[in-house]
């Protein structure tokens, strides 16, 4: 929800940045500046006098004065800003028999959505009668348009430097290990200030592509992925949330956090209610910590509140732009109005609100949001708006959740760590953003994840050092691991262990899946309520494992070498190998004799009447008492 250039009175450019006379962008173009400005009710990317003379009707989820454009079918329906072709709609279920009659009723399904105990949604094209049809079953909660929604339009930036997130950097809390899904425009897949931190991204449009399927020239930015930003508005949002400290460019609030790209936004910086709320169940499902939604529309719709109770419901801190409609009352936009969501209104330099920030009932937490300077594709640029004040709460309530706060309690934490700056409850809500005060952390309390050791096919010792107790008198230690990819469905914990002094701990897992990636991180709270982890590490449990050694080739004979890396989980493991004339296989095949070895190690066997100057190949091979193969590489040999 960011203003992509200063607009009169919107307090639009701080004190250092730039002026109209100067590009302001280090790096990018006046042209970027001006992308991504967003129209209408649910359009929350303007300074308040433009946002004006653009504003629509209230109501319909994104009404402006933009003229209608063919959708992407080519066809003579026409789509209206603020939403698609008459025939897009979300159906809402309590049953999946519903969902199911509703996907056959389709003409076509853009999403099938589960939440949970909230029910199921099935999103697509539908005829008139079976919209109808659908409405009067007891078991469908609602059909409703497929809106459109948009974009709410090393120097230590302003923001950062303001809500002290540097102090809680200087005592050695980042966000390592938490996870921030930016739900937007993509982010710049190849940014020096965030390519570090970057993690999975996922396109449910892909760059490029403007909203309704028609292609678009966007920004300019080099697309390498799906996901990557053709709009500039969600690259800038990644980089106050968790911009690389990397002495160059920008810091972001919490710059060890894994940033993930969810593009639900188009290079117009327009996206559909469906793709939005799917992007969300995907965040979800994922098991980030964080969604960071700077978007919105001035309409409430039942599927957008649904993905949002969903995530909620399964432990995801979701964050919300409360709008550029500003000066206004009452005026917060949704998903931001949702009592689930952490709303967040916008403040300027001198700890005012800013003129073009919504306000209401709802807003929950106020941060920096005018002339924020951070990425853009191809270089950095200032940006306004209740959008770059959500990610400056994103990023700390990674960093709250990377010291083991669930969802819940990151948001008690940054509601009730604020600072006092003289906004009402309808403007500030409980107070300016205090990463310092809300994060705790204690430069001697320290924790450090050391490699695994003893590593075999289903077992593996994970390892840690408390290093400092911090001056508590206790803290319990233990380790939380899962599957690289999967971390929603397989996250798990080990025994807790309290240790009175500094020193080694260790704990044992079995049960693992051979040649399955885990990442784990030795993590400990205090006596005193402090919390650290230490940095995440991966290992893969060993499968069966052989390699094929150099032969010793002397005039007595030929032996080929072999060793045993790895018995993959099995008590034993007969080994062999298999060696044949170069080029003639078929016809020279052999086997040397099988020895059976019950741990590691290397073997080899002897070879006789061999041809002189032929060229051999051969492998070492073996089959595990479980039954698995395995095979080294193909290496050759000729006998003098």
């Known amino acids: 929800m960011g203003t992509g250039t200063p607009q009169p009175g919107s307090d639009s450019l701080s004190d250092d940045a730039a002026t109209d006379d100067s590009p302001g962008t280090d790096g990018a173009t006046r042209r970027q500046l001006l992308v991504g400005l967003t129209t209408g009710a649910a359009a929350i990317g303007l300074g308040a006098s433009a946002a004006a003379e653009a504003r629509g009707p209230n109501g319909n989820g994104a009404g402006n004065n933009r003229p209608v ?63 109808q049809a659908l409405q009067n079953r007891p078991d469908v909660r609602y059909v409703e348009p497929d809106a459109t929604f948009e974009a709410i339009g090393e120097t230590v930036p302003w923001g950062v430097d303001r809500i002290d997130a540097d102090a809680v950097h200087d005592g050695g809390t980042t966000g390592d290990g938490a996870d921030i899904a930016i739900i937007d425009t993509g982010i710049d897949s190849d940014h020096p200030d965030l390519i570090d931190n970057l993690g999975l991204g996922k396109a449910y449009v892909e760059a490029g592509t403007d909203y309704d399927g028609s292609s678009c020239s966007g920004n300019g930015n080099t697309y390498h992925e799906p996901w990557d930003d053709d709009n500039d508005h969600g690259t800038h949002c990644a980089g106050t949330a968790a911009g690389v400290a990397n002495s160059e460019g920008v810091i972001g609030t919490a710059p060890g956090a894994t940033l993930h790209a969810v593009k639900v936004l188009a290079c117009s910086g327009t996206g559909y209610l469906s793709d939005i709320a799917a992007g969300v169940e995907y965040t979800t499902n994922q098991g980030w910590d964080v969604a960071s939604l700077s978007l919105g529309s001035s309409s409430d719709y039942s599927t957008l509140q649904d993905a949002c109770q969903y995530a909620v419901d399964k432990g995801v801190l979701v964050i919300a732009a409360a709008g550029n409609d500003g000066p206004c009352s009452d005026c917060v936009s949704y998903p931001a109005k949702y009592d689930t969501v952490v709303a967040v209104s916008a403040t300027d330099s001198s700890d005012d609100l800013a003129s073009f920030s919504s306000t209401g009932p709802e807003i929950d937490i106020a941060a920096p949001g005018s002339s924020i300077r951070s990425t853009v594709p191809g270089g950095f640029a200032y940006f306004s708006g209740t959008s770059m004040a959500c990610p400056h709460v994103s990023g700390v309530g990674g960093l709250l959740m990377a010291n083991g706060y669930t969802g819940h309690e990151a948001r008690s934490a940054l509601q009730g760590n604020t600072e006092d700056i003289g906004l009402s409850g309808s403007d500030g809500g409980n107070g300016l953003l205090n990463a310092e005060a809300a994060v705790p952390f204690s430069t001697e309390l320290s924790i450090s994840t050391l490699e695994v050791s003893d590593i075999e096919a289903d077992s593996a010792v994970l390892n840690g050092t408390l290093e400092s107790l911090g001056g508590a008198d206790s803290v319990e230690v233990y380790f939380k691991y899962w599957e690289k990819g999967s971390k929603s469905s397989t996250v798990d914990w080990t025994s807790v262990e309290t240790l009175t002094s500094p020193g080694a701990f260790s704990d044992s897992l079995s049960d693992l899946s051979s040649g399955t990636t885990y990442i784990f991180a030795a993590r400990g709270k205090s006596s005193t309520g402090d919390w650290n982890s230490g940095s995440h590490l991966d290992f893969i449990p060993r499968e069966l494992s052989i390699q094929t050694e150099e032969v010793s080739v002397s005039s007595s004979g030929t032996t080929l070498n072999g060793t045993l890396e790895s018995l993959g989980g099995a008590d034993s493991v007969e080994v062999y190998f298999k060696y044949w004339e170069k080029g003639s296989k078929s016809s020279t095949v052999d086997w040397t004799s099988v020895e059976t070895l019950t741990s590691p190690g290397a073997f080899s066997d002897s070879l006789s009447d061999l041809s002189s100057g032929t060229t051999y190949i051969f492998a070492a091979r073996g089959k595990s008492s479980t039954g698995d193969w395995n095979s080294g590489s193909h290496l050759e040999f000729s006998p003098p």
């Open 69 to 131: 454009r063919d959708n992407a079918a080519g066809n003579n329906d026409r789509v209206e800003q603020g939403r698609g072709p008459p025939d897009q709609v979300i159906v809402g279920t309590t049953t999946q028999a519903a969902a199911d009659e509703a996907a056959q009723q389709a003409r076509e399904v853009r999403h099938k959505l589960d939440f949970g105990n909230r029910g199921k949604a099935v999103a697509g094209r539908f005829p008139e009668p079976a919209q």
